[in-house]
């Protein structure tokens, strides 16, 4: 019998999972996957909002303001990659400059710091590769990019650390409430809680309406991305959107913490909760649409392109409470963006709520540091030397694009929740992110994760528990 | 800091080349570095035959080809470094290296000789929209997994693209008893050697569908199908002629890229059409001292001419250093005005795009492709407004490199000398 279950480990269910696991709970995390962070987590823009966007006194503007400001700390405590790169949201036509006091006022509203509202060259002055048709731009300094893996990988593995449980590969079929505890019906069998936590994105209304007669919906809204390689990074400094319209804040064009270029996403309403396939009109739109905010975009760089589902809540608004007519049931819905910004004030919210029914002690020996996986390529000869002679593995480059060695792919192996697929080991440590996209150390990870985690070859997967790369030793096709 | 007359990046056909060739020319402080465990490159995932017809007269496989050059490198004596990975390369020719034994460390170097090879361009190059399982390899990828490490990559198999990795890789998955449904090829015409598309897909009864594309790749976690559709002159999928091939593997023959990530940090001088830098009539790079060859300074069709180029390579930085020790320097003085290569007309580029008449052996020979398929042509070579060669061929084709040979004494004939032009001429 749990304390508490939290549905879904994308970054709202991890940030959840490492807030509650400051208090002495038995708590686990329920994950369809083989891993964290598969879902919208995985694939969406990387950046932290200044929280200027969301409507004045919503919940997404105050959670959004309380996460971008939790982030300095918590990016430096558990080694996430962070730079506070500032936005801009640039205006192409005069007729809209309007808009752009609007959202100045709103932001001063959402409590947001250091906003200023810049003209032509003012603008171009800080973003010299801004379109020819920019005549303004809202800068909001205190905005951000991070790394949304590692984000929710830190949150996770802090978790972990202090004694929650991860049950991956884990579907729940069913919840029931009987004598004010919830049966959550999986396909491991069924497991027993006083409360359940529903963090599960897009299929956050699933698991609702199994417990509420007030019905929700949760509408799978799809954004296309393409990556550029790191000889595009430069291109823009700070993040750059453009004017929101109906559908979100549009197209936007950002560096990535890694030195990638970043564009996207589109927005399309999808029925398919699993659609993230990319298309010939949504790449097509992108591709447009990123010109209009920035000039010369070096296209031709493109190492890959992407989707991801945003959880888009009819009423475009968190739904962070207890479920009126089932209590104990907490909803964390409606998690599209500024989820990813919000993910830690949604925590200690999610927690807050917890604690107004439940006593939890608070934990003496809880480990509140994280330290990442290295990333030598960062370190200084002397001290990248020191690693290689204490471990050679630091030595021996596997992912020669993004230069990154065994050592820390082991790491990403063997450090708690750690990297079971390609994908994981990719998200962990970069090792397959860069330009060849994983065409040379696609073997050579393959036989590290079949040597260290003693599987065959054959059961190696990229992501997904069908995704295996090779069918079988040669000649055992038939 | 160790000390080396020639470093050369890569022990592959073209390190390996070079290096005997300086080896041959009289120098003795040799180092090769080659990030892989063993020396050849991907020659020796390359069992296929057809090596070697230039060089030694006989049908050898890749890796025969290479072994005779690791055992030449091997007598004479030439040292080399495996597991290792360079991670730099200073303008002046200090070398960053590291491995597991030896951690990070540096190497001095008179001249360096880049032979990194290439790369395969990925899917995202191409943005073909769909899902993203497993079962999509670059070409090479599959060839090193069923080649090397002996696992099969899937059993229904469509490629995209006609390289000759692509081609080669048809037969072998059919041999492995793969099922290759078709090859598509964006353009017109192929990008891969006559001879592939005759002795791996007609020999199969493996249809090439030109003018072909996958619009969109079907399978959340292991791919189930693909959608190919025919595209018009303009190179934009056709609508209405979509169709579904069920397939578990997707084969990317899609090009080429030189691998130039250490040239580009040295401040070398690129060429944007062949993505590998700017030589002269040496192999010299913009950097003096610094000499390329082989796939990293333009993709080769045959290795043959890899091995002929990285040979000229490695004499020429013996010939630097020498200059440089006799005081001969600096280099560039006493030096005619270089001579300019134009590719036009059909020609995409010219390797080199410079030459040095003081400094050019007694003939060179410049390589070059063309854009287009060309029937019943004329390569022309123009000395400024003369036309000097005027050579008849049956056919050209893009998956095929052609060449020109450039005598001295016809240069030194040409009073100031600014332009050589190469072009297809109708007539």
């Given at each position: 019998?749990?304390?508490v279950?939290?549905?879904?480990?994308?970054?709202?269910?991890?940030?959840?999972?490492?807030e509650?696991?400051?208090?002495?709970v038995?708590?686990?995390?329920?994950?369809?996957?083989?891993?964290?962070?598969?879902?919208?987590?995985?694939?969406?823009?990387?950046?932290m909002?200044?929280?200027?966007?969301a409507?004045?006194?919503?919940?997404?503007?105050?959670?959004?303001?309380?996460?971008?400001?939790?982030i300095?700390?918590l990016?430096?405590?558990?080694?996430?990659?962070?730079?506070r790169?500032?936005?801009?949201?640039?205006c192409?036509?005069?007729?809209d400059?309007?808009?752009?006091q609007?959202?100045?006022?709103?932001?001063?509203?959402?409590?947001?710091?250091?906003?200023?509202?810049?003209?032509?060259?003012?603008?171009?002055?800080?973003e010299p590769?801004?379109?020819?048709?920019?005549?303004?731009?809202?800068?909001?300094?205190t905005?951000?990019?991070?790394?949304?893996?590692?984000?929710?990988?830190?949150?996770?593995?802090?978790?972990?650390?202090?004694?929650?449980a991860?049950?991956?590969?884990?579907?729940?079929?069913?919840?029931q409430?009987?004598?004010g505890?919830?049966?959550?019906?999986?396909?491991?069998g069924?497991?027993?809680?006083?409360?359940?936590?529903n963090?599960?994105?897009?299929?956050?209304?699933?698991?609702?309406?199994?417990?509420?007669?007030?019905?929700?919906?949760?509408?799978?809204?799809?954004?296309?991305?393409?990556?550029?390689?790191k000889?595009a990074?430069?291109?823009?400094?700070?993040?750059?959107?453009a004017?929101?319209?109906?559908?979100?804040?549009?197209?936007?064009?950002a560096?990535?913490?890694?030195?990638?270029?970043?564009?996207?996403?589109?927005?399309?309403?999808?029925?398919?909760?699993?659609?993230t396939?990319?298309?010939?009109?949504?790449?097509?739109?992108?591709?447009q649409?990123?010109?209009n905010?920035?000039?010369?975009l070096?296209?031709?760089?493109t190492i890959?392109?992407?989707?991801?589902l945003r959880?888009?809540?009819?009423?475009h608004?968190?739904?962070?409470?207890e479920?009126?007519d089932?209590?104990?049931?907490?909803?964390?819905?409606?998690?599209?963006?500024?989820?990813?910004?919000?993910?830690?004030?949604?925590?200690?919210?999610?927690?807050?709520?917890?604690?107004?029914?439940?006593?939890?002690?608070?934990?003496?020996?809880?480990?509140?540091?994280?330290?990442?996986?290295?990333?030598?390529?960062?370190?200084?000869?002397?001290?990248?030397?020191?690693?290689?002679?204490?471990?050679?593995?630091?030595g021996?480059i596997?992912?020669r694009?993004?230069?990154?060695?065994?050592?820390?792919?082991?790491?990403?192996?063997?450090r708690?929740?750690?990297?079971?697929?390609?994908?994981?080991?990719?998200?962990?440590?970069?090792?397959?992110?860069?330009?060849?996209q994983?065409?040379?150390?696609?073997?050579k990870?393959?036989?590290?994760?079949?040597?260290?985690?003693?599987?065959?070859m054959?059961?190696?997967?990229?992501?997904?528990?069908?995704?295996?790369?090779?069918?079988?030793?040669?000649?055992?096709?038939? | 800091?160790?000390?080396?007359?020639?470093v050369?990046?890569?022990?592959?056909?073209?390190?390996?080349?070079?290096?005997?060739?300086?080896?041959e020319?009289?120098?003795?402080?040799?180092?090769?570095?080659?990030r892989?465990?063993?020396?050849?490159?991907?020659?020796n995932?390359?069992?296929?035959?057809?090596?070697?017809?230039?060089?030694?007269?006989?049908?050898?496989?890749g890796?025969?080809?290479?072994?005779?050059?690791?055992?030449?490198?091997?007598?004479?004596?030439?040292?080399?470094?495996?597991?290792?990975?360079?991670?730099d390369?200073?303008?002046?020719?200090?070398?960053?290296a590291?491995?597991?034994?030896?951690?990070?460390?540096?190497?001095?170097?008179k001249?360096?000789?880049?032979?990194?090879g290439?790369?395969?361009?990925?899917?995202?190059?191409?943005?073909?929209?769909g899902?993203?399982?497993?079962?999509?390899?670059?070409?090479?990828?599959?060839?090193?997994?069923?080649?090397?490490?002996?696992?099969?990559?899937?059993?229904e198999?469509?490629?995209?693209?006609?390289?000759?990795?692509?081609?080669?890789m048809?037969?072998?998955?059919?041999l492995?008893?793969a099922?290759?449904?078709?090859?598509a090829?964006l353009?017109?015409?192929?990008?891969?050697?006559?001879r592939?598309?005759?002795?791996?897909?007609?020999?199969?009864?493996?249809?090439?569908?030109?003018?072909?594309?996958?619009?969109?790749?079907?399978?959340?976690?292991?791919?189930?199908?693909?959608?190919?559709?025919?595209?018009?002159?303009?190179?934009?999928?056709?609508k209405?002629?979509?169709?579904?091939?069920?397939c578990?593997t997707?084969?990317?023959?899609?090009?080429?890229?030189?691998?130039?990530e250490?040239?580009n940090?040295?401040?070398?001088?690129?060429?944007?059409?062949?993505?590998?830098?700017?030589?002269?009539?040496?192999?010299e790079?913009?950097?003096?001292?610094?000499?390329?060859?082989?796939?990293?300074?333009?993709?080769h069709?045959?290795v043959?001419?890899?091995?002929?180029?990285?040979?000229?390579?490695?004499?020429n930085?013996?010939?630097?250093?020498?200059?440089?020790?006799?005081?001969e320097?600096?280099?560039?003085?006493?030096?005619a005005?270089?001579?300019?290569?134009v590719a036009?007309?059909?020609?995409?580029?010219?390797?080199p795009?410079?030459?040095?008449?003081?400094k050019?052996e007694?003939?060179?020979?410049?390589?070059?492709?063309?854009?287009n398929v060309?029937q019943?042509?004329?390569?022309?070579?123009?000395?400024d407004?003369?036309r000097?060669?005027?050579?008849?061929?049956?056919?050209?084709?893009p998956?095929?490199?052609?060449?020109i040979k450039?005598?001295?004494?016809?240069?030194?004939?040409?009073?100031?000398?600014?332009?050589i032009t190469?072009?297809?001429?109708k007539?």
């Amino acid at each position: 019998m749990y304390d508490v279950i939290i549905i879904g480990a994308g970054v709202t269910g991890c940030s959840i999972a490492r807030e509650i696991s400051k208090y002495k709970v038995n708590a686990c995390v329920i994950e369809k996957e083989e891993d964290v962070c598969c879902g919208t987590s995985k694939a969406n823009s990387a950046i932290m909002h200044a929280g200027f966007d969301a409507e004045e006194g919503s919940l997404m503007a105050r959670l959004n303001v309380r996460g971008n400001e939790m982030i300095e700390t918590l990016s430096s405590d558990l080694d996430i990659p962070f730079i506070r790169n500032g936005s801009l949201v640039v205006c192409t036509n005069e007729e809209d400059l309007p808009k752009l006091q609007d959202l100045y006022q709103r932001g001063i509203a959402n409590g947001v710091r250091d906003l200023a509202v810049l003209n032509r060259e003012e603008s171009v002055r800080l973003e010299p590769n801004l379109s020819d048709q920019v005549v303004g731009s809202l800068y909001a300094p205190t905005a951000g990019i991070i790394c949304p893996f590692t984000m929710t990988f830190a949150f996770a593995e802090i978790a972990s650390q202090n004694g929650i449980a991860f049950k991956f590969n884990t579907t729940v079929e069913d919840i029931q409430k009987s004598n004010g505890c919830y049966e959550v019906k999986t396909n491991h069998g069924i497991l027993g809680s006083k409360y359940v936590v529903n963090a599960a994105g897009v299929y956050a209304d699933v698991f609702h309406n199994m417990v509420s007669s007030k019905k929700m919906k949760i509408t799978a809204r799809r954004g296309e991305y393409c990556l550029l390689d790191k000889s595009a990074g430069s291109h823009v400094s700070k993040t750059i959107f453009a004017l929101p319209g109906k559908y979100g804040k549009g197209v936007l064009v950002a560096p990535t913490v890694h030195g990638n270029l970043i564009i996207g996403p589109t927005a399309a309403d999808i029925e398919d909760k699993e659609g993230t396939n990319t298309t010939k009109e949504g790449l097509g739109e992108l591709l447009q649409k990123a010109g209009n905010t920035v000039k010369d975009l070096p296209l031709r760089q493109t190492i890959t392109s992407f989707a991801g589902l945003r959880a888009h809540e009819d009423h475009h608004e968190f739904i962070i409470r207890e479920v009126e007519d089932s209590a104990g049931f907490i909803d964390a819905a409606g998690m599209e963006s500024p989820g990813l910004t919000s993910a830690p004030a949604v925590g200690e919210m999610v927690v807050g709520i917890i604690k107004n029914t439940f006593q939890m002690e608070t934990k003496t020996d809880y480990i509140a540091v994280r330290k990442g996986i290295v990333h030598a390529a960062e370190l200084t000869v002397e001290e990248r030397n020191e690693l290689i002679k204490m471990q050679p593995e630091y030595g021996n480059i596997i992912c020669r694009c993004e230069m990154i060695s065994e050592g820390e792919i082991l790491d990403a192996i063997h450090r708690p929740l750690g990297a079971k697929s390609l994908d994981g080991v990719k998200r962990r440590v970069r090792a397959g992110a860069g330009r060849c996209q994983a065409g040379f150390c696609t073997p050579k990870t393959m036989e590290i994760l079949s040597r260290e985690l003693h599987i065959p070859m054959e059961d190696i997967v990229k992501s997904g528990m069908e995704a295996n790369v090779v069918i079988g030793k040669n000649r055992a096709v038939k | 800091m160790e000390k080396y007359d020639i470093v050369v990046i890569g022990g592959g056909p073209a390190g390996l080349a070079a290096a005997a060739s300086a080896k041959e020319n009289g120098c003795n402080s040799i180092l090769i570095l080659e990030r892989d465990n063993e020396l050849g490159g991907i020659l020796n995932q390359c069992i296929h035959n057809g090596f070697g017809l230039h060089t030694f007269k006989e049908e050898l496989t890749g890796p025969e080809y290479a072994d005779r050059y690791i055992k030449e490198v091997k007598e004479l004596g030439i040292e080399y470094r495996l597991h290792t990975m360079v991670m730099d390369i200073s303008e002046n020719k200090v070398v960053t290296a590291m491995n597991r034994e030896r951690g990070l460390y540096t190497i001095m170097a008179k001249a360096v000789i880049l032979a990194m090879g290439c790369r395969e361009r990925p899917r995202g190059a191409l943005n073909i929209p769909g899902y993203r399982p497993a079962g999509i390899f670059s070409a090479g990828t599959a060839q090193r997994l069923i080649n090397i490490d002996g696992y099969m990559p899937g059993k229904e198999v469509v490629i995209l693209g006609s390289g000759d990795i692509g081609l080669i890789m048809a037969r072998r998955m059919t041999l492995e008893g793969a099922k290759v449904k078709v090859v598509a090829e964006l353009l017109p015409f192929s990008g891969g050697l006559k001879r592939n598309i005759v002795q791996c897909l007609d020999d199969y009864n493996i249809p090439l569908k030109l003018r072909h594309t996958v619009v969109d790749i079907d399978g959340k976690e292991r791919l189930k199908g693909i959608t190919l559709a025919q595209v018009g002159e303009d190179g934009k999928p056709i609508k209405e002629t979509e169709e579904y091939i069920s397939c578990d593997t997707l084969l990317l023959s899609v090009g080429l890229i030189p691998e130039n990530e250490l040239s580009n940090a040295c401040g070398i001088r690129m060429e944007p059409v062949t993505s590998g830098p700017q030589v002269n009539e040496s192999l010299e790079t913009s950097i003096s001292g610094i000499f390329a060859c082989g796939n990293v300074l333009h993709v080769h069709d045959l290795v043959d001419y890899v091995s002929e180029e990285a040979a000229l390579a490695g004499k020429n930085a013996v010939k630097y250093i020498s200059a440089m020790e006799t005081g001969e320097t600096e280099p560039d003085q006493n030096e005619a005005e270089p001579i300019h290569l134009v590719a036009t007309e059909g020609v995409r580029y010219t390797v080199p795009a410079v030459i040095n008449v003081n400094k050019m052996e007694d003939s060179l020979i410049v390589r070059f492709r063309v854009g287009n398929v060309f029937q019943d042509s004329f390569i022309s070579v123009y000395f400024d407004e003369e036309r000097v060669i005027h050579r008849k061929k049956k056919i050209m084709a893009p998956g095929e490199m052609e060449e020109i040979k450039l005598q001295r004494v016809k240069l030194r004939e040409f009073e100031n000398l600014r332009t050589i032009t190469v072009k297809i001429e109708k007539e």
